[in-house]
Structure formats: C-alpha cells, structure tokens
C-alpha cells in the first residue's frame, strides 16, 4: 500500500481558501486517492475521492498532476466548523484495504 | 444513503470482562466490513478485514483470539473484545466497503468509545 505524507498541522482564517497537500510517490496504476475528514470522537467522512486531474464536489476540490505522485485537496472559504483532521489515503480499488496516515490538523481560527 | 451504524456508542467495563461492538450498514450491503482502532491523538489503525461468510484477516501484531470479528451477514460485523484490559481502551471504529462501478467506497461507523476501568 502507497505510503502518503502530508502536513503534520496547518493553520487558517474563516473565508479562506485552504489547500492541504499529501505526497504519495508509491502510488499504483490501479489506486484512487480519497480524503477523509474526522472530527474529535467520530468516525471519518468521505471528503472526495479522484484518480487523475480534477475533481470538483460541493465541498471541496481535489487536484492531481500527471504523475500522481502527490494531490492537493482544496476547501474553499472555510469556517470554524472546518477545524478536524484531515486524512489522504491511496489505494482501496479491487481490495479496498486503505492506511491511514497522520492526517493534517487544521485549525480555522475567527 | 451509505450509512454505517455503530451500537453501543460508548461502553464502560470492569476488567476482565468481554465487550461486544455491532458495525451495521443500514442501506447498502456490504461484502467487507474493517474494524480500525485509534488511541486520543493518533491516527486510525487497521486491526483486521472481515468478510461476509469468512474468517477476518487481522493485521500484524492483533491478536486474533482477543479481538473476535463475526461477519454473519452482508449488512452486519461485530467485534468482540475478550477479557479486556485497561490497555484495551480505546475509540473502536468500523467501515463498510461498497463497490461503485469499478472502485470500492468505504464508508464509516460513528465510531465505540470503549474504556475499560
């Protein structure tokens, strides 16, 4: 399983645009990759997930390059409620095993 | 739709004793049911893959005959923890596996706050 890296921590203000990037240098031809968001004491819910280019849902936005070595989740305008962790992860295709790593914690601040 | 459930939110139990935690999928059926363990300030730690039918497949270094996972149907996995211990504590965490097109979704239980005094 591709092994990802990305920001231990980051720090925002609400109304702005935040973008957290994961390095995933061992990705396979066949992985997606999917970003979760956990809150303190929940389970994690499914951001967005892509495999090439650009993605684009109601919440977020999921850019990846050509090589797909590493890929940028986007929030736009965050708010308080925006503060959690957020988790990359590759893989989960045929099998659908999937690793977490550290995740980011991002903090919305007023 | 794609809801995952998790009974009980929360249990206390004296040491020793087992506990059992259910994992449903409300609206879908889910052939793969995986149970996840994370410590307060740690990130989710896969303890083993269970299929609807067969015997789970534990992770390296979860012991299998402590952490007892039954998948009797395609909508329903538990997880029991046997004579448990302090160091058992922990928030317990389920996900069920949907296949959509040509890749698996997974989705997630609320997570079982498990403290064992």
């Known amino acids: 399983l591709a092994k990802t890296t990305q920001p231990i921590s980051m ?17 396979a ?12 004491s929940q389970g994690p819910r499914f ?12 919440v977020a936005s999921l850019f990846i390059p050509a090589d797909r ?24 295709t ?17 | 739709g794609a809801v995952v459930s998790q009974h009980p939110s929360w249990v206390i139990c004296k040491s020793g ?3 059992k935690i259910e994992c449903r999928s409300l609206d879908f059926q889910a052939t793969t049911m995986f149970w996840y363990r994370q410590f307060p300030k740690q990130s989710l730690m896969l303890m083993a893959t269970s299929n609807e039918g067969s015997k789970a497949t534990y992770e390296q270094g979860v012991e299998k005959d402590k952490f007892l996972i039954n998948h009797a ?15 058992d504590s922990s928030f317990y965490i389920c996900s069920a596996s949907r296949r959509e097109g040509g890749n698996n979704e ?9 403290t064992v005094l």
């Open chain 1, 11 to 27: 720090d925002s203000y609400e109304g702005q645009e935040v973008n957290i990037t994961c390095s995933h240098n061992n990705i």
């Open chain 1, 29 to 40: 031809t066949n992985d997606y990759i999917t970003w979760y968001q956990q809150f303190p």
């Open chain 1, 47 to 58: 951001i967005i997930q892509g495999y090439k280019t650009k993605v684009t849902n109601e």
């Open chain 1, 69 to 92: 070595k590493s890929s940028t989740l986007s929030l736009p305008r965050v708010s308080l409620s925006d503060t959690a962790v957020y988790y990359c992860l590759v893989g989960g």
């Open chain 1, 94 to 110: 045929s099998y659908g095993k999937l690793t977490f790593g550290q995740g980011t914690i991002l903090t919305v601040h007023p």
């Open chain 2, 17 to 19: 004793t087992s506990v």
């Open chain 2, 73 to 87: 149907s395609l909508t329903l996995s538990t997880l029991t923890v046997t004579s448990a211990h302090p160091e």
């Open chain 2, 106 to 114: 997974q989705f997630f239980g609320p997570g079982t706050r498990l």
